[in-house]
């Protein structure tokens, strides 16, 4: 199993940054706020929040990798990466503790160095 509960942050541009969890929820209160008053499901509101923030550079924290693949991230950051994809966090498809620091989610693929890469965790014993 993964021993990586809460996911490191990657290094990022200047200008770029990770929304903290509290800046977070206070953007998605807003959006649902205004999704009810205007008759949009929530989970549309949060796309569309977390996607204009994304252009801005501005992104959502990580989710905690899933236990049986390797736990390396990576958040898609630059201007070549398509709108739908900017700011999506990808996680390694690959199985946990793999040899070398070349990652793969089958969208992206990545190196530990990469900017916006987190690297894996060690697995448990």
Known sequence: MSTNPTPDLPRLPDGMRILTHEEMRRVRDAAHDVARRHGVFTPVADEISYDALAVAGIFIQPYTP???????????????????MR???????????????????????????????????????
Request: hydrophobic residues 30%.
């Open 66 to 84: 899933g236990p049986d693949e390797c736990t390396a991230m990576y958040l898609p950051h630059t201007d070549d990466v398509t709108a739908d």
């Open 87 to 125: 700011g999506v966090w990808q996680q390694c498809a690959d199985e946990p503790d793999h040899d070398g620091a070349d990652h793969d989610s089958g969208e992206f693929g990545w190196r530990d160095g990469d900017m916006g890469a987190v690297p894996a965790r060690p697995v448990e014993a």
